[in-house]
């Protein structure tokens, strides 16, 4: 699965349009800087190394990018919807996280995350197109995440720091302790982790699904799943009475 250069320009021309409607001032010209800086990474980056995870390949990483915070948003307004606590939160916060999620796959100042697969047998019989770079500093995704926004002094608020730290759920470890709360003093006390995290397993599930129905995989998911093409959610209408169908 992959798009073509047009989808590519196209998709970062409505991630500088995000940025340019939702941030001012300094952060505004921060984010911006940033964003020049890493322009050409950001634009081809993939969002994983591994085509059966989701978006391996050339502008996967921004197209999860816009996933994430159409997911994102959907999930805060359902929050405020079911009379779940965002009062805490901004629609800039949200953003913000969803933007960010995973700044750190895009590597140091210098240097992609993900380089090009050396091992041919890998690529072809693994499905992995990408590879870690070994010449990075060993850090994770979202420490790295972090160390790259201070790089351009971008602050962030404690709801801001709580989203991008919880966004990849109990994956990471570090994570234990927000959700694991272990005491009602530690009760985390914002939702904003919990929206990021949902939005990104989300967008992660349909663009995994795109992947599925494209028939690059060498499982007939196509035939297992009737062959059913639904529109994402977020992106457009989903016929949910066939939802159903797409597991039987």
């Not at 002094?153 to 801001?160: G, H, K, L, R, W």
């Amino acid at each position: 699965m992959k798009i073509n250069a047009e989808q590519i320009q196209e998709n970062w021309a409505q991630l500088q349009n995000v940025i340019n409607t939702t941030y001012e001032g300094e952060r505004l010209k921060n984010i911006l800087l940033l964003h020049d800086h890493f322009k050409d990474r950001m634009m081809l980056a993939p969002a994983s190394g591994t085509k059966w995870f989701h978006n391996a390949f050339p502008g996967g990483y921004t197209a999860h990018v816009l996933n994430v915070i159409k997911w994102a948003l959907e999930y805060y307004k359902m929050f405020e919807k079911m009379d779940m606590h965002v009062s805490d939160l901004t629609k800039e916060n949200v953003i913000f996280c969803a933007m960010f999620h995973d700044l750190g796959k895009i590597g140091d100042m210098d240097n992609d995350y993900y380089i090009t697969q050396p091992d041919d047998w890998k690529a072809k019989k693994w499905g992995r197109p990408y590879d870690h770079n070994p010449e990075l500093h060993w850090m994770s995704v979202t420490d790295r995440s972090f160390w790259l926004l201070n790089q351009f002094n971008i602050p962030m608020s404690q709801q801001e720091f709580l989203g991008l730290r919880m966004a990849d759920g109990l994956y990471e470890d570090a994570n234990k302790p927000y959700f694991f709360e272990g005491a009602e003093w530690k009760a985390i006390k914002s939702n904003i982790g919990f929206i990021i995290h949902y939005a990104d397993s989300s967008a992660t599930r349909w663009e995994k699904e795109q992947y599925m129905l494209s028939g690059e995989s060498s499982v007939d998911f196509p035939k297992i799943m009737k062959g059913i093409k639904k529109e994402d959610p977020v992106l457009g209408d989903i016929d949910t009475d066939k939802l159903g169908d797409l597991f039987k």
